[in-house]
């Protein structure tokens, strides 16, 4: 086990999986407290349009997927902003425009395509340098807005109040969605499209039945976001088993455990 | 001269093809309490709304069309320092599943930003204030574990800890025992007497806005009556209000079917 990581591609797998667990599990607090844990899946999904295109164009798919999600999520946020649908529904018809994308966009390229199948259930060990080098930025990014948790917190504690306390609530409603998309496609080769809604609601989802306060439920969510994937990624290489089943299992049990230890 | 703490000069409101408020005139001086009361839909809610500069802010639901002046403190509401006012919202806005304290929410009151950690002098302001309603034995408890009039009595303490001069209450009463509705006018007269702060009301209480208030506004989308509660709410004055209202409400739900 030790000398594994040694090998260079465990380690740009371990690294991938903590920086994408700690920032999925951050923004999953926020998503999971303001009812958005479909947000995940819809996201998920128009990354899969996006790697899609990447693929057909030949293109690095990240490069595709990044803008395509985030424009995506932007376009959910305005709906939601500007409608009174409901957010499941806003979310469900950009869901399906992407999956209708990206089934088409596969079926335009000659032949089967295996590396397709890596981006639907994740490949870890498939993780380069310029993927972590994305992952590392976005959680600079990330770090460096730390500030903005307390207008975020505030904004899904109470609409109105943050309004009336002329918080710019919409425009922390965007930056939200932006990053949310961005980590969402930077998780699919550690996760997985099938998976990603998991790996963002879990770990918040846990924090919640164990903590009194949102700043406790974050700490909480975070931790649980980084230190599943260490079990989870020993568990894939003892057993040879996807990264990210084991990983978002791993979640699940400590889900089923706060759900019978709790107060 | 100091302005008057609200002013509005034939402020309309309208949601699409429904007229929410119409050509509401009104002035309120400062450290006036005015009680303001109307049947359900009477559009209280969206008069403060107005006056906080959310008349817009939450719609999801079609184009609103907002016609008319309002002043507050002198100011149009989006330029009046957050500070200068305290808010208390009607009770059914609040998400009762957000993981929080009673004393989370107060100090939230105080820093206008959700808090991460709650410095020691946060704590004992918050404290300070929660005793002041009546409510410190609440201050480490969850929100969601709160009974109603509870949870009125933590929002009263956030909305006084910022100490501001106009307080905004969207029927802080509701749900509060007949103790608390007095402890209520005895805090917001108290803070007044202390501070000269102005205080709107909205109630369904008549009776307790007759012996509290130094003005009532009748409010049924339009300015039925404003004045001091013997002249507003006499007999008279009052079976036209009512008169005004059941026709005016059916009128309304006529115009939205
Ligand atoms: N965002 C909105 N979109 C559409 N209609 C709205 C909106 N907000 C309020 N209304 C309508 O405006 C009218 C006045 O609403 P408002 O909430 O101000 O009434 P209210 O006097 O506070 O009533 P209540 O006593 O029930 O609280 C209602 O008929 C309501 O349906
Ligand atoms: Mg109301």
Known sequence: ?263 | MTAPAVEMHAYSVSFGEFQALQEVNLSVPQGAFVAIVGPNGAGKSTLLKALLGLERGLLRDGPTQVSGTVRVMGLPPRQVPPGWVGYVPQVKGFDRSFPALALEVVVSGLRRRWPFIITAQERKKAEAMLDKVGALALANRRLGRLSGGELQRVYLARSLIREPRLLLLDEPATGVDVVGEADLYRHLEAYQAERGATVLMITHDWEAAQHHASAVLVLNRRVVGYGPPEQVLCHECLSQAFGHVGHGHNLVLGGRA
Not at chain 1, 163 to 173: F, H, I, K
């Open chain 1, 1 to 263: 086990m030790m000398e594994a990581l040694q090998l260079p591609f465990l380690q740009r797998a371990l690294l991938a999986g903590l920086l994408v667990g700690g920032l999925a599990s951050y923004l999953g607090v926020m998503v999971v407290q303001r009812r958005l844990s479909f947000l995940g899946d819809g996201l998920a999904h128009a990354a899969f349009a996006g790697v899609a295109l990447g693929l057909l164009l030949h293109e690095e798919p990240l490069w595709v997927a990044i803008p395509f999600a985030v424009g995506v999520s932007l376009a959910i946020t305005w709906v939601r902003e500007r409608s009174n649908l409901g957010d499941d529904t806003a979310i469900g018809i950009f869901f399906a425009v992407s999956v209708a994308l990206g089934v088409l966009f596969m079926s335009m390229r000659q032949g089967f395509a295996p590396d397709a199948v890596a981006y639907l259930f994740g490949s870890i060990l498939t993780v380069t340098q310029t993927d972590l080098w994305v992952m590392g930025f976005i959680a600079l990014g990330v770090a460096l807005l730390a500030p903005v948790w307390s207008h975020w917190a505030y904004a899904t504690f109470d609409r109105e109040l943050a309004l009336a306390d002329r918080q710019p609530v919409l425009l922390y409603d965007y930056l939200l969605a932006g990053l949310i998309a961005l980590v969402v496609v930077v998780s699919v080769k550690v996760v997985g499209i099938v998976l990603i809604a998991a790996f963002i609601v879990i770990p918040a989802a846990t924090a919640r039945l164990l903590s009194r306060t949102f700043s406790a439920m974050t700490v909480i969510s975070v931790a649980i976001g980084v230190f599943s994937v260490v079990p989870g990624l020993a568990a894939a290489y003892l057993f040879d088993v996807p990264a990210g089943s084991a990983i978002v299992l791993v979640q699940a049990l400590l889900f089923a455990l706060a759900l019978t230890l709790r107060r």
